[in-house]
């Protein structure tokens, strides 16, 4: 017997995550839906003694397709993205019924059978509007439930059990005008034969593809046959007959008709309006011009000194697990080529991805947190007046402040936008900002080659830091101006001020962890084969550059520990010179060179895609100072300004480094960043022209830089 199909389906914010839950326990698992990064959740119920499939679709306030969730929501609701649902369960907020029910209308015209969960009772108290009488005006059964405390789900499963029984109808509760019929009309004989109700449902119901002609009318732009945002996939025959037959009136007819009917008859069912007493209160401070905005800054630099301060030790404690895990393999196997690939390409690799777990599990519990609480909706709102100047979204702020710790989970944290063309233009100038890995590269070439002096060393750290943010907010400008895909108008900035509510830990731990394992699970793939091909090409051919001196028998004879380990160190930095990685290094040279670059920084350049802050150890191999040197170490800075050209003058000037900091203040130095880039985007493309752009910007910003230097007579 073919197991019964539910979705459950709402407006944000109506507790949809918490009834989903309640109703699945632990047999919920998280997917993305193919080819996006959206999730949809599904777990098993049991219904009448028979168990049942839950999906639990993204949030939305209607089916018009303008952004990803709301095509996924109507693909599950109509069954065109698969199989058609037995019942649709739709959460609607006790509190704001009417605006919940606008949700409704649109699935049952569309012919599902739907069963209310009228969700936030608890919340409305007084205000909640009787249940039969609701359900007797929208035609379905409406059954209060608190999920928290399990409250009325028996009685919402025993409701479900029986619409599974009931016939597919598509009731209107407002009339089209003529002119609308005949563009319905025009529409519905575009429509592909498996798109009918025929083939759905197994009989016709004709007003359900009527249904169906109205949603293809109304959600494309008059005249233009073109989509709100790139995530519609309409045929074309129907695009085609749509985009003659629809005028503007045509477009905002159904939608002020279904708002009409909602105005006038649900207010007579709610005898009071709810207590929002609390809510406007906080707002009038968090929501004001100045002390809101203070606050706000206020709660971000705890968010993230909080962030920076609990991830370190659990960064710090899994990098070391893995090097010593890798020492160990390399005492019980002994040297060889199996034991350098176990013990620096694999294990090194898996510490490569599970580095980057701590920030994204803590940034993902702070943003879980403020979410459920309501704060993360007021922060949006906020800061979209300054980011709307650069043509980003008011949330596209969290993701670009979380990239001062990491791009990875910043990049993550772009799921917080609704529509594709704002999460794309946010990845990609997150990796812009300056992240915690660049960190060591700058106190290196500072410290080196430009200044020693505490104070001057400290503002030209704040000065990079103030770069990278006039840097992606220009790119962001820049690109929403040129790219194509990203050139879509900027819908208006409509966002939920939620009332604020005591976050729900259980829900805030389950997204956390969801998110996070979905990283190891699909990026971390990605970043292990990088590593491991990059280990690769750093450590092949393993064999010393013709001419070489004999340095087995040079560390025999060597007197201390010590020169023996000097000897071993230019050992590493002759074989690092003469790997595939070394050759490239001189190969590049040519390119480089007009930034001021020479091979020895084109290795470290290259070894940088590990992690920038790898760049540092690559130069101690280099410089023959050991791969263990960091960016304090004195005999890697003394050999970097003891470095001499060929005509004796110095190799790495305070132009270079300002050159060097700049190209890595803009060069997408990252495999880790790419690989979740193209994860999160669902294909090659972005990931790719990220990297090809900033690494542009990178050369053309350094290369003016240095040649400019030269011009005004520095060196």
């Not at 760049?615 to 410089?623: A, K």
Request: with cysteine; net charge neutral; charged share 20%.
């Amino acid at each position: 017997m073919t197991r019964p199909q539910l979705v459950l389906a709402g407006n944000p914010n109506v507790g949809k995550t918490t009834l989903f839950n309640a109703l699945t326990g632990l047999t919920a698992k998280v997917s993305n839906y193919p080819g996006i990064t959206v999730e949809v959740r599904t777990g098993s119920v049991t219904l009448a003694g028979q168990t049942a499939d839950l999906h639990d679709v993204p949030g939305t306030y209607s089916l018009a397709a303008r952004s990803a969730e709301e095509t996924i929501a109507f693909d599950a609701i109509t069954g065109l993205g698969g199989r058609v649902p037995d019942v649709v369960i739709l959460c609607m907020d006790a509190t704001q019924v009417a605006r919940s029910a606008y949700l409704l209308l649109q699935c049952q015209e569309l012919g599902a059978r739907c069963v209310v969960a009228l969700t936030m009772i608890d919340e409305a108290k007084g205000a909640t509007p009787d249940p039969a009488k609701l359900g007797a005006l929208l035609g379905c059964e409406v059954v209060p439930v608190t999920a928290r405390t399990r409250t009325g789900l028996p009685l919402l499963l025993q409701a479900v059990e029986r619409a599974l029984t009931a016939e597919h109808t598509a009731p209107w509760r407002w009339t089209p005008t003529t002119e609308l019929t005949t563009a319905i009309d025009k529409v519905k004989l575009a429509l592909p034969a498996e798109w009918r109700s025929e083939a759905r449902y197994g009989r016709e119901v004709p007003a359900a593809d009527d249904a169906l002609a109205l949603w293809a009318l109304t959600c494309i732009e008059p005249r233009t046959g073109t989509p709100d945002d790139d995530e519609l996939g309409l045929p074309d025959a129907v695009r085609t007959a749509a985009t003659a037959a629809l005028t503007d009136a045509q477009h905002d007819a159904p939608i002020v008709a279904r708002w009409r009917w909602l105005d006038t008859s649900i207010p007579p069912l709610v005898t009071q309006k709810p207590d929002r007493t609390r809510t406007e209160r906080i707002d009038r401070i968090l929501l004001h011009r100045v002390l809101g905005f203070a606050i706000f800054l206020g709660v971000m630099a705890v968010v993230f000194m909080t962030l920076f301060a609990w991830s370190a030790p659990l960064i710090d404690a899994v990098d070391n697990s893995f090097k010593a895990l890798g020492e160990v393999v390399h005492e019980a196997l002994g040297a060889g080529i199996f034991t350098d690939f176990l013990a620096d390409g694999v294990i090194a690799g898996v510490g490569g991805v599970l580095v980057f777990l701590p920030q994204i599990l803590l940034l993902f519990l702070f943003l879980g947190f403020l979410e459920d609480c309501g704060y993360l909706a007021r922060v949006a709102y906020l800061m979209d007046r300054i980011m709307r100047a650069m043509n980003l979204h008011g949330r596209a702020f969290i993701p670009m402040l979380s990239g001062f710790a990491c791009a990875i989970p910043a990049v993550m944290a772009t799921r917080t936008m609704e529509r594709k063309r704002d999460r794309i233009l946010t990845m990609m100038v997150v990796p812009l900002m300056t992240c915690s890995a660049r960190l060591p590269i700058y106190t290196l070439v500072i410290g080196t080659l430009i200044s020693g002096s505490p104070v001057t060393g400290g503002l030209l750290m704040v000065g990079m830091y103030i770069f990278s943010v006039l840097s992606a907010l220009a790119a962001a400008w820049v690109l929403s101006k040129t790219v194509k895909p990203l050139r879509a108008k900027r819908l208006p900035f409509l966002i939920e001020l939620p009332p604020y509510r005591w976050p729900r830990l259980t829900d805030v731990l389950r997204m956390m962890w969801s998110r996070s394992s979905m990283f190891l699970k699909e990026a971390g793939t990605v970043i292990l084969v990088c590593s491991i091909a990059l280990w690769a090409l750093l450590a092949f051919p393993r064999e010393l550059p013709a001419g070489s001196p004999d340095y087995a028998a040079m560390i025999e004879q060597a007197p201390t520990d010590e020169a023996k380990a000097a000897i071993r160190n230019h050992e590493k930095g002759a074989l690092l010179e003469n790997s595939f990685g070394g050759r490239l290094g001189h190969t590049i040279e040519p390119v480089i060179a007009p930034l001021g670059f020479d091979w020895k920084i084109g290795i470290g350049i290259i070894g940088a895609f590990a992690a920038r802050e790898v760049f540092v150890s690559t130069m101690g191999i280099v410089y023959s100072v050991g791969g263990d040197a960091d960016e304090e170490s004195e005999p890697l800075r003394q050999a970097l300004q003891d470095e001499r050209r060929p005509d004796g003058s110095k190799a790495y000037t305070p132009l270079v480094g300002f050159s060097l900091m700049i190209f890595f203040a803009l060069a997408c130095q990252c495999m880790s960043t790419i690989a979740v880039v193209k994860r999160e985007s669902g294909s090659w493309r972005w990931p790719l022209f990220m990297f090809a752009y900033m690494t542009g910007l990178a050369y053309a910003t350094s290369f003016l830089v240095y040649q400019g230097g030269k011009l005004l007579g520095f060196e």
